[in-house]
């Protein structure tokens, strides 16, 4: 039985291959697949409501080596910066529950 933090990681990997191996390279999202992803997986992320010039911006800041696809090694950078977003929200939520007390 894996422990939840293995659980997570398995997620992150099938979730990036599950849209991945849609079209053309199976090891690397496309933006059409990038965007699917988003959409589906983080809705939270606002990806709805998000215009194709800002979608354009999230693909060219992940898309590091300029391939025009985002490969594991982006997403997982990608996804460690929306780790730090959630940890920064996390502490304010605590610091403010602390303060009440
Ligand atoms: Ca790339």
Redesign the pocket.
């Known amino acids: 039985m894996a422990g939840p933090l293995e659980q997570a990681l398995a997620v992150m990997v099938l979730t990036f291959h599950k849209y991945s191996a849609k079209q053309g390279d199976k090891f690397k999202l496309s933006k059409a697949e990038l965007k699917e992803l988003l959409i589906k997986e983080l809705p939270s992320f606002e990806s709805k409501q998000m215009d194709d010039a800002e979608f354009q911006k999230i693909m060219n800041d992940l898309?590091?080596?300029k391939?025009n696809?985002?490969?594991f090694q982006?997403f997982a950078s990608f996804l460690g910066c929306v780790a730090m977003g959630f940890n920064e929200f996390f502490k304010e939520h605590r610091q403010k529950q602390l303060c009440k007390k």
């Open positions: 898309d590091i080596n391939d696809e985002v490969d982006e």
